[in-house]
């Protein structure tokens, strides 16, 4: 504005000034809310990350007491893309020291199973003639689909709890196993039955739909009835979470992932200190510690659960 002098001006002038200083004030008074963090002060849950070689030779050094069991059987299963078969993987890199892949995986994202089989997944120890396996062994399973007559049937699981599925056993989604299908297994050994059977689910699915939920629920009940211990996998963490995908030590600062196990434990009924946060590895093509620790984290806490059991059995 141009002042030519006067009292008009003096009080434009004055009126002026006095308006910015009240926006200041207002300012200082209201000021802009810092965006709140995404992740918690200090970690929800300890993890020890320096503790990788005790909790690996922990696991390597494992072995059934009972004569008539020589491998310690974990079961997975979970949705399509949830990434069991690359948490078998995962745990073989980790178990061995070096990249492996023993179970097929798909990179792709498909509503779909990659796997059809019933697979028994071995980790060998040593090379040449002195190799053997170590005494702990996954099943991969045909992954929980939508609706009625996709993915692997409810009944089918249950069934290989009790270790009447025979290896390589092509599952149909359309029938469940009878015990006239040549995969059915009706004289199952100690060792042919699940130990601990382990739900994995993905970080990274916004929502799970309820006929899948209904069927997980199911299997559930049907280990509990066995005394099967139980527990659960959440990957993609680092998918899910930015927090996580910058530092992988966030895992247990993270709100958001800590909100996601807290509903997943509501929705399935697997208690908080079941279910475990890992990633598996995917674009790397070494080993990371990082990555190490999280995954020993939960396989320490299989082989005590499914040891447990099979002391009682």
């Given at each position: 504005?141009?002042?030519?002098?006067?009292?008009g001006?003096?009080f434009?002038?004055?009126?002026?000034?006095?308006?910015?200083?009240n926006?200041f004030?207002?300012?200082?008074e209201?000021?802009a809310?810092?965006?709140?963090?995404?992740?918690?002060?200090?970690?929800w849950r300890e993890?020890?990350w320096?503790?990788k070689?005790?909790?690996?030779?922990?696991?390597?050094?494992?072995?059934p007491?009972?004569?008539?069991i020589?491998?310690l059987?974990v079961l997975l299963?979970?949705?399509?893309?949830s990434g069991k078969?690359?948490?078998?993987?995962?745990v073989?890199n980790?178990?061995r020291?070096?990249m492996?892949?023993?179970?097929?995986?798909?990179a792709?994202?498909?509503?779909q199973?990659?796997t059809?089989?019933y697979?028994t997944?071995?980790?060998?120890?040593?090379?040449?003639s002195?190799k053997?396996f170590?005494?702990?062994v996954?099943?991969?399973?045909m992954?929980?689909?939508d609706g009625?007559?996709r993915?692997?049937?409810?009944?089918?699981?249950?069934?290989?709890l009790?270790?009447?599925?025979?290896?390589?056993?092509?599952?149909?989604?359309?029938?469940?196993?009878?015990q006239n299908?040549?995969?059915y297994?009706?004289?199952?050994?100690?060792d042919d039955?699940?130990?601990?059977?382990?739900?994995?689910?993905?970080a990274n699915t916004p929502?799970?739909n309820?006929?899948v939920?209904e069927?997980?629920?199911?299997?559930r009940?049907?280990?509990s009835?066995?005394?099967?211990?139980?527990?659960?996998?959440?990957?993609?963490?680092?998918?899910?979470?930015?927090e996580?995908e910058?530092?992988?030590?966030?895992?247990?600062k993270?709100?958001?992932?800590?909100?996601?196990?807290k509903?997943f434990?509501?929705a399935?009924?697997?208690?908080?200190?079941?279910?475990?946060?890992v990633?598996?590895?995917s674009?790397?093509?070494?080993?990371?510690?990082?990555?190490d620790?999280?995954?020993l984290?939960a396989?320490?806490?299989?082989v005590?659960?499914?040891?447990?059991?099979i002391e009682?059995?």
């Amino acid at each position: 504005m141009l002042c030519r002098g006067g009292d008009g001006c003096l009080f434009t002038l004055q009126q002026s000034s006095s308006n910015m200083m009240n926006r200041f004030l207002r300012r200082q008074e209201n000021p802009a809310e810092e965006p709140e963090s995404k992740t918690l002060d200090d970690p929800w849950r300890e993890l020890r990350w320096g503790e990788k070689q005790m909790n690996l030779q922990y696991v390597q050094e494992y072995k059934p007491e009972k004569d008539d069991i020589r491998y310690l059987r974990v079961l997975l299963y979970g949705p399509v893309g949830s990434g069991k078969s690359s948490f078998i993987n995962s745990v073989s890199n980790v178990i061995r020291g070096r990249m492996t892949i023993p179970a097929l995986a798909s990179a792709m994202t498909s509503d779909q199973s990659f796997t059809k089989r019933y697979e028994t997944h071995k980790f060998i120890k040593g090379r040449g003639s002195t190799k053997t396996f170590y005494p702990l062994v996954f099943n991969d399973i045909m992954g929980l689909e939508d609706g009625t007559d996709r993915g692997v049937h409810a009944d089918d699981i249950k069934l290989a709890l009790k270790g009447h599925v025979k290896e390589g056993h092509k599952f149909n989604p359309v029938a469940p196993i009878s015990q006239n299908d040549p995969g059915y297994n009706p004289t199952p050994s100690a060792d042919d039955k699940v130990h601990v059977l382990v739900c994995v689910m993905s970080a990274n699915t916004p929502q799970m739909n309820s006929s899948v939920l209904e069927k997980m629920k199911s299997i559930r009940e049907a280990a509990s009835d066995l005394g099967i211990p139980q527990m659960a996998m959440m990957t993609h963490i680092d998918e899910a979470c930015g927090e996580i995908e910058k530092e992988l030590k966030n895992v247990y600062k993270s709100k958001y992932l800590k909100k996601k196990m807290k509903d997943f434990s509501a929705a399935v009924g697997i208690p908080m200190n079941c279910i475990f946060p890992v990633k598996n590895y995917s674009e790397e093509i070494d080993l990371n510690d990082d990555i190490d620790a999280l995954i020993l984290s939960a396989l320490r806490k299989m082989v005590d659960f499914g040891d447990d059991f099979i002391e009682k059995i």
